[in-house]
């Protein structure tokens, strides 16, 4: 079975631009979570994707949004990129009702520069 | 906002020491569950435990939980050089896919 795959692993952005993450989620899972961690912090909770639409969302603003598309992947998009979105983004797959943990992508490096 | 702490924030061990890490948290949980992090890159998932569960083992892991005192820890044994990362507690308020709260981490250093 193929894992979480997140594209792309770095890139850099400058203050105001927008970006679109992406995610493919691990075969079999149909929920997908996204994190912010910034350098030195624990990860925090963005939102959460089941079924193409939100269904639940962290202390994050407006500019940052998703979608699921039908095939689970997902995206994380953040309009009028800020400083302080500079962090490492987590992509997480998961089984609607299975609590036995996440399945988590290796990231992008987000930069603002 | 981060659920709690880790304790230590880093901790420097020789190999085949054993390493104790701790977590604590702030609110009722359904379940408590330990990640490792490798230089910044994705987490992977050591072992879940629910809060009906005082212990559990996953081979040189063993992780024990005090609802009563909300908090948890995990102990590596014969620690060696690959286990050198990053450790998280996440707690997870219900069962199924409820968003996970972490903590800040433990930063482990095993010295060969």
């Known amino acids: 079975e193929t894992g979480v795959t997140q594209s792309p692993t770095h890139l850099i952005k400058t203050r105001g631009q927008q970006v679109t993450l992406r995610c493919s989620s691990q075969?079999?899972?149909?929920?997908v979570s996204w994190y912010q961690q910034a350098l030195g912090q624990g990860p925090q909770f963005i939102f959460q994707?089941?079924?193409?639409?939100?269904?639940g969302r962290g202390n994050f603003p407006p500019r940052f949004s998703g979608l699921q598309f039908p095939n689970y992947s997902s995206e994380l998009n953040v309009n009028a990129l800020e400083l302080d979105d500079s962090a490492l983004y987590l992509c997480?797959?998961?089984?609607?009702?299975?609590?036995?943990?996440?399945?988590f992508g290796s990231g992008t490096r987000l930069t603002i520069v | 906002s981060q659920q709690g702490e880790e304790d230590p924030q880093a901790l420097s061990i020789q190999e085949g020491e054993n390493a104790t890490m701790n977590c604590s948290y702030k609110t009722s949980i359904n379940n408590l569950q330990w990640y490792r992090q490798n230089s910044g890159r994705g987490l992977v998932h050591l072992i879940l435990?629910?809060?009906?569960?005082r212990e559990k083992h996953s081979g040189r892991l063993r992780v024990t939980l005090d609802t009563s005192k909300k908090s948890s820890s995990l102990l590596i044994t014969a620690s060696r050089a690959a286990d050198t990362a990053s450790y998280f507690c996440a707690t997870a308020k219900n069962s199924g896919n409820t968003p996970l709260v972490f903590g800040k981490g433990t930063r482990l250093s095993v010295i060969a």
């Open positions: 435990i629910r809060s009906n569960e």
């Open positions: 994707y089941y079924r193409e639409e939100e269904n």
């Open positions: 075969s079999g899972h149909n929920t």
């Open positions: 997480a797959s998961s089984l609607a009702g299975d609590s036995g943990g996440y399945t």
